[in-house]
């Protein structure tokens, strides 16, 4: 496992992914600390207001000051030589690092009240678009990883053991996951949604819908991972073992999952980024994480409106730029993963 | 040399083909309509005399459903039907006042009870066909109030639940032009005079019962006599037979593709004329595209593509700037008739399983009066109009929107955003603050959940705003965004549900029209429909009133009464108003006599705009 991760590092996109990666789940840890303002703070005097410029003024750093010019634009102008002050690991609002320690500091607040420091501009009632993406980045994030924990775990559990023991076993387990994949998971989820929408809040939701997708999704792994076993099945080391009298479990657990092992890494390096764009899709449509929670996908979602085009508040799209730069990085990790552990299939 | 061989017995097939379809097609349906010489009674309306022949171009927002009004449920089909069919009264556009349409007068009997209308003289239907009193009779008695009959018996089937006899063909509007569940008297005095005689006093009824469209008897006859009224006029007759929509109105249906475009043609026999004589309408024809998404019929506008628009008030800053290019103007009409408010499930009642609807802890704080004014209190009501709505709405405080100035009572009590008093008002009513929690007296964490449709951004965003001054006052609200008929059964069936945020379009002529909201047995009493006898002291006080206002003539007395709901409504909150948006109507400048005013809009003298023929 060291040597895959040092091998991983050895490459040059092995390391800008890698540290991407690092870098956007530090984001999601520290949500509290890098976000500006609390999540659903809203100012409704400051709607779709532009990204505010922090530069350097009077030996310290400060943003500029924005004046409404028209309310029905809404259209906001600089205020030429007005300035305020924002200082990095200053005291804001309340929030719990980690979940756990409660803290007052941020990485950059502006120090009066009257200072509007919208890194990435405000939405349609004037909540920070940047925090909201910090804090977004959490759900984006670790919908992954649910899901293909789920997906993994049962595939490697029905493909391995059908694969290894064969027969009977195999053939109920292959039609079952036959069964499966036949579901059309987006109806599927629309019932669901519809019916279960009253009993959960939506955050709860949220992971009921991910875990009902994985529990339909394991299906595909399963297949690939029971071939791979059945293989392995037939390999000399497989068969010497089982000569010398080792229980099945023990030839499972020493000699064919590690063999495995390669796949599962890359597999799961390389379906992540399904999950982050299914929770796009699914809260684009409505279903996923709703108000007042926040994730890239719903904050998308609230982009799709005509007149953010037309009035050309591009700051609102920076939520499809974050999920862009995280599928692009797992997909890397797992294109320098493959080749890592499986060095005759080199692309490059 | 043998392809062009190959290829001729063909191509004569294929002309043969064209040919043959061409033929089947059917002949323009208006080219041989007779047309009947205007006669002394037409209305010669009072605008700058214009030229015939332009094309209008618009869209709607969805398909229609029917074109038989005594079916019809949706706004589309009933857009639809309002062009062809015309009543006896209709409403002054700019005073609100009750006018002749297809009556010339009427008169009204000292005790209330007898409306006679005097037809206009001379008037044919659109195809040729006489209009006269038969035809008002026809609508009422044979359309709305013919008997289901026993075949065995040929007596009238009697409803076991009502104790009235079965209408043959039930339909809303036969309902509704029912008094208290009995029918009005109506007979022909002459060809051209017909009278009402009502069972009671019901004040209304020259705006309901005279704006009632008038049915062709010549046409629709027959389908009452083979009993298949309710499907006459349907979308086959629409895309098939056209002709047989035979109406009143300034224009009839030439042709209708579903999912696709309804096309209008000008009637040749209308009623109105100009002052130089010229019979309206001018227009040609009107072709309406079907477009679901009103997002896109606003770009459609924008790019010049359509005359007229209904545009959402958030649209209104980009779309402005195409004005100069596409040449149109965008009409600012002032706050709208639509609303949009809040309410708590006040409904006492329990499931069939026994579980109340609302837990009893949080019945006890909706039910009273100071959560609700406090709720109000801390609704940041101008933030929503200044932030959600840039600036393109007003905030609402009562029942009725500025809008409907001759029923709107200016002077209600008005819940400012305060969240100083709401705090006071809660701290009165036993809440108190744990940590940043707002906990009852008996120690419940205050909390909610409020849903609203999920398709509608403006509203989301509205129940957003409403979310996060509740927490202002540490009440937390769960959101909850789904969709439209799954709110209406969980508030008008299962009654499974917290608070809900929704809005009323369309504010009713008539404070009347909204008696089954407000009076306490009412289908849409929101809060608590259907009540057996009122809850509360001021829901009995409320049906008093209405009733009242049902019954009572002078308009004085049933202003004064309206304004009383209007502040009870107000003083007791059971429905937190926020805002009401403005309404804007963009139109192609080339279109002449252009008159809008804040109750008719902006196309309500349709028969009189014109423009240079394209």
């Known amino acids: ?20 990666r690092l870098a956007l789940y530090l984001t999601a840890l520290f949500a509290g600390f890098l976000a500006t303002q609390p999540v659903n703070q809203q100012n409704l005097d400051a709607t779709f207001h532009p990204p505010t410029r922090v530069t350097w003024h009077d030996g310290g750093l400060a943003v500029r000051a924005y004046r409404l010019v028209d309310r029905s634009g809404p259209h906001y102008e600089v205020i030429p030589g007005e300035f305020h002050r924002v200082r990095l690991f200053a005291p804001g609002f309340d929030y719990k690092l980690l979940g756990l320690v409660p803290m007052k500091r941020h990485l950059l607040q502006a120090e009066s009240p009257e200072a509007r420091l919208y890194l990435l501009g405000s939405d349609s009632t004037g909540r920070c678009v940047f925090s909201r993406l910090v804090y977004g980045s959490r759900v984006s994030l670790t919908i992954g990883l649910i899901g293909i924990t789920i997906t993994l775990f049962l595939g490697l559990l029905v493909g391995g053991l059908s694969g290894y023991f064969g027969g009977r076993i195999d053939f109920f387990a292959m039609r079952g996951v036959e069964f499966l994949m036949a ?82 890494l890359v597999a799961a390096t390389l379906s992540i980024p399904g999950y982050i764009l299914g929770e796009a899709a699914l809260s684009f449509l409505g279903l996923g994480i709703a108000e007042p929670a926040s994730s890239w996908g719903l904050m998308l979602s609230q982009a799709q409106n005509i007149k953010i085009f037309m009035l050309n508040f591009w700051w609102l799209l920076t939520p499809g730029a974050a999920i862009f730069v995280t599928v692009i990085a797992f997909n890397l990790l797992g294109d320098v993963l493959r080749d890592v552990v499986d060095p005759r299939m080199k692309t490059q | 040399m043998r392809q062009p061989a190959f290829f001729f017995p063909g191509f004569v097939c294929f002309l043969c083909l064209l040919l043959s379809a061409a033929c089947s097609r059917p002949p323009s349906p208006l080219a041989e309509l007779p047309v009947v010489p205007l006669s002394e009674d037409a209305e010669t309306v009072p605008f700058p005399p214009g030229q015939h022949g332009a094309l209008f171009v618009s869209t709607m927002p969805g398909d229609i459903a029917t074109l038989n009004p005594l079916i019809s449920e949706d706004a589309s089909s009933g857009a639809a039907i309002s062009r062809f069919l015309e009543g006896l009264t209709t409403l002054d556009p700019e005073t609100g006042e009750i006018i002749p349409r297809l009556a010339r007068s009427w008169d009204i009997s000292p005790d209330g009870l007898q409306f006679t209308f005097h037809l206009r003289r001379g008037l044919v239907w659109s195809d040729g066909h006489p209009f006269t009193s038969a035809d008002v009779v026809f609508t009422w008695r044979d359309a709305f109030y013919t008997k289901q009959l026993d075949p065995a018996t040929g007596q009238p089937v009697i409803d076991p639940s009502t104790g009235r006899p079965r209408l043959r063909f039930p339909s809303r509007p036969a309902f509704f032009q029912m008094i208290e569940g009995e029918e009005v008297q109506v007979e022909a005095l002459d060809e051209h005079t017909v009278r009402f005689t009502l069972p009671q006093v019901y004040a209304p009824f020259l705006l309901f019962g005279g704006g009632q469209d008038i049915l062709p008897r010549h046409i629709l006859e027959r389908h009452v006599a083979d009993g298949t009224l309710l499907d006459a006029w349907s979308i086959n007759t ?56 009103s997002n896109a019929s606003n770009v459609a506008f924008a790019q010049g593509l359509t005359d007229a628009e209904g545009l959402q008030p958030d649209n209104i800053t980009w779309i402005s700037r195409a004005a100069a290019t596409h040449d149109f103007t965008i009409h600012e009409l002032g706050p709208s008739n639509s609303t949009s408010f809040v309410w708590f499930n006040l409904n006492p009642g329990s499931s069939p399983e026994g579980r109340p609807f609302v837990a009893p802890h949080k019945m006890r704080w909706f039910s009273d009066v100071r959560f609700r004014q406090a709720v109000s209190y801390a609704v940041n009501r101008q933030g929503v109009v200044d932030g959600v709505f840039a600036g393109r709405a007003t905030a609402l405080h009562g029942y009725v929107t500025p809008k409907n100035r001759n029923w709107h009572n200016p002077d209600v009590r008005r819940f400012d955003y305060d969240p100083a008093r709401a705090r006071a008002l809660l701290a009165e009513a036993g809440f108190v603050m744990r940590g940043n929690r707002l906990h009852d007296a008996q120690g419940n964490p205050v909390e909610f959940s409020l849903m609203t449709n999920n398709n509608n951004n403006l509203r989301t965003e509205m129940a957003t705003v409403f979310a996060e001054n509740m927490a202002a006052l540490g009440i937390r609200v769960e959101l909850q965004f789904i969709d439209f008929n799954t709110i209406i059964r969980r508030t008008s069936e299962s009654f499974n549900y917290e608070a809900a945020l929704l809005g009323l379009a369309g504010g009713a002529p008539d404070p009347y029209a909204s008696k089954d909201i407000l009076m306490s047995d009412g289908r849409l009493h929101f809060w608590n429909p259907q009540q057996a006898s009122p809850a509360t002291e001021w829901e009995a006080r409320i049906d008093e009133l209405m009733r009242l206002i049902g019954r009572e003539l002078d308009n004085d007395k049933r202003r004064a009464a309206f304004f009383e709901v209007q502040e009870i409504m107000a003083e007791q909150q059971p429905l937190i108003f926020l805002v009401t948006p403005n309404e804007y109507v963009g139109l192609r400048n080339r279109w002449q006599n252009v008159q809008p005013t804040p109750l008719g809009g902006v196309l309500w003298n349709f028969d009189a705009l014109w423009a240079r023929p394209n």
Do not use: C
């Open chain 1, 1 to 20: 496992m060291k040597s895959i991760f040092r091998e991983v590092l050895r490459r040059r996109l092995g390391q800008i992914s890698l540290f991407t």
């Open chain 1, 183 to 264: 579901i059309p998971s987006l109806y599927l989820l629309l019932a669901l949604r519809s019916v279960l929408a009253p009993r959960f809040s939506s955050d709860q939701m949220f992971i009921v819908i991910v875990i009902i997708l994985s529990l339909i999704g394991w299906a595909g792994a399963a297949r690939v991972l029971r071939g791979m076993s059945l293989s392995l099945r037939r390999r000399q080391f497989v068969l010497a073992a089982e000569s010398m009298g080792q229980s099945p479990l023990r030839i499972l657990r020493l000699h064919i999952l590690p063999n495995l092992a390669s796949y599962l």
């Open chain 2, 238 to 293: 629409a895309i098939h037979r056209p002709r047989e929509l035979v109406g009143m109105g300034a224009f009839l249906l030439e042709s209708y593709r579903p999912g696709e475009r309804v096309v209008f043609r000008r009637n040749p026999n209308y009623w109105r004329r100009d002052s130089e004589g010229q019979r309206l309408p001018y227009i040609e024809r009107i072709i309406t595209r079907i477009v679901g998404d």
